[in-house]
């Protein structure tokens, strides 16, 4: 499969013809494929869609190495029937619509990042979305609330992710879902280096 470019704006796996029964390489090959760019998580999992090749769409993720191991783009696989997961009382359950491609997914992919995650893992730093369900200790935020976060638990290319509630922040009415999930690395490490630095 070709390359695609998703620093152009939004990606859709639909529209690059990505096929639902193959891994998908190439998407993430490479640091120049993906920098800051956005994955269309409504048009990759179908959330528009009841359906996809006549299976129900409402847990799907995006998962590194099924086989254990780390490596080049093959090693990702889109995973269907992912069981939606648990919250902690300090902790957030957000659906998913957009979220962020950034240089290090590629770096943890390859095994090349300094900390190596445990496997099967999903990958993903940034999203916005909307709140699903809410911990018991969580007071700033409730079901249904536009948000993205900057960190998850849970990795954010699926249809689901799991956030600690300090690592939420509203999204403003003005602010696309696309937007919301370039907000994490690419804007806050910016503003760091531009004020900090």
Known sequence: MDKVDVNDGVFSALEAGVPW???LSGCFDDVDTCVYGLWCLPCLFGQNAKQIDGTDCTTMCCLYSLLGCL???????????????????REVLIRVHAAGINPVDTYIRSGTYSRRP?????PGLDSSGVIERVGIDVTKFKAGDRVFTVNTVTGTYAEYCVARADFVFPLP???SYE?????GVPYFTAYRALIFK
Do not use: F
């Open 118 to 122: 445990t496997l099967p893992y999903i």
């Open 179 to 183: 937007q919301g999930s370039a907000l």
């Open 21 to 23: 029964t193959t891994p």
């Open 71 to 89: 490596g080049d783009a093959s090693v990702c696989k889109l995973v269907r029937d992912v069981p939606i997961p648990d919250i902690q009382p």
């Open 173 to 175: 009415p003005n602010v």
